[in-house]
């Protein structure tokens, strides 16, 4: 199958010339756009929305309905995988994400299984066939997972933490059964995004969002060397065409030249960590993703567009930069912002 007919992004990633700096948003079908509200009210709950594969495809393009972004990303959750897993995912209103049975006993650590992503895991998979269709090949579509220590982080916890107390007392205390859960959810981010990619994902981003959390020393243990077992185990191409991976650690600006030694394509790079300064330390080795603070979205259309150039202008030129957030879109931000950041970026060199 030959690329989309804009393949700026797929571009920037393997390095190759664009004819533009491309964009895309992380979280950018949310809840910052008043018709996801609205097909998030139809559905009764975030859980189904994910579930049902026409509704997952529809708040897929509403972003790029009404901006021009150069990529679409799947619209699912990261605890999808260990929900299939049998971990009992449910939202509590105001709270977040929380497990029914969250991985505290031994018996239960040693039990876990990966799931197979064909069958349990179905619906998303169906999701990615129908938003590929639905894009006719317009812009790419990205696949995505969290990373196997994140995933554990909310398996452990039994949900969202600000102090990790749980995990990190079994990273310190026993880290047997933490390498347990990571090898076990290694299998299953592995098989999950390659089920992706058959489906027809043309690129997938490991979302690592609480590696940041973890000491130096850890964060290798615990996070990279998953990772980097991950990225040995992708379909590196599908119908014809190379299929890039994209690392994002949040909080993981100070690792940078051991995060592109483990064979990626692209960093994610959050807000803290100059683009200029880690595009001097990575080299050629990878394409760099990022990273203005999302913040910045809240201030005048004219400081965003601003505040875009700074990036862009941090980078650099030539190609290898696709243009992103820090991190996800907050869901009070104007949309009008979003226009105004989007067309700042694909006008500043074009």
Not at 58 to 76: K, N
Not at 293 to 308: C, H, I, N, R, Y
Not at 322 to 345: C, K, M, W, Y
Request: glycine fraction near 10%.
């Amino acid at each position: 199958m030959a690329r989309p007919q804009n393949d700026n992004f797929l571009r920037a990633l393997l390095r190759e010339p664009v004819d533009y700096t491309p964009v895309w948003l992380m979280r950018q079908a949310g809840r910052y756009l008043p018709e996801y509200c609205e097909t998030r009210r139809r559905a009764g709950s975030f859980l189904n929305l994910c579930k049902d594969p026409g509704l997952a495809c529809e708040v897929t393009l509403q972003p790029l309905a009404r901006f021009g972004l150069d990529a679409a990303i799947l619209f699912s959750d990261i605890l999808t995988v260990p929900d299939a897993m049998g971990l009992g995912l449910y939202f509590a209103d105001g709270e977040g994400p929380k497990f029914e049975r969250p991985l505290r006993e031994e018996w239960a650590i040693r039990d876990l299984e990966a799931p197979d992503p064909n069958v349990h895991l179905r619906y998303v998979m169906d999701a990615v066939a129908e938003i590929r269709r639905a894009l006719d090949n317009s812009v790419p579509l990205i696949g995505f997972s969290g990373s196997p220590f994140t995933l554990a982080c909310y398996m452990v916890e039994g949900g969202g933490s600000d102090d990790f107390r749980t995990v990190k007392t079994m990273l310190f205390e026993r880290p047997d059964l933490l390498h347990r859960i990571l090898e076990v959810t290694t299998v299953a981010v592995t098989d999950y995004l390659n089920a992706q990619i058959e489906s027809g994902a043309q690129a997938v981003q490991i979302f690592d969002t609480w590696g940041g959390a973890l000491p130096a020393h850890a964060y290798r243990e615990f996070s990279l060397q998953y990772m980097e077992r991950i990225v040995a185990g992708l379909k590196k191409s599908h119908d014809g065409e190379r299929v890039p991976s994209i690392v994002f650690t949040k909080g993981g600006g100070q690792w940078l030249e051991a995060i592109a030694a483990i064979g990626c394509d692209a960093i994610g790079l959050d807000w803290t960590t100059d683009i200029g300064e880690a595009r001097r330390r990575v080299g050629d080795k990878v394409a760099l993703q990022g990273n203005l603070d999302p913040m910045a979205l809240f201030a005048s259309g004219e400081t965003v567009q601003k505040e875009a150039r700074r990036v862009l202008d941090a980078y650099g030129a030539g190609s290898g930069h696709v243009f992103n957030l820090g991190h996800g879109i907050s869901q009070f931000t104007p949309p009008e912002r979003v226009s105004a950041l989007v067309d700042a970026v694909h006008q500043y060199r074009r």
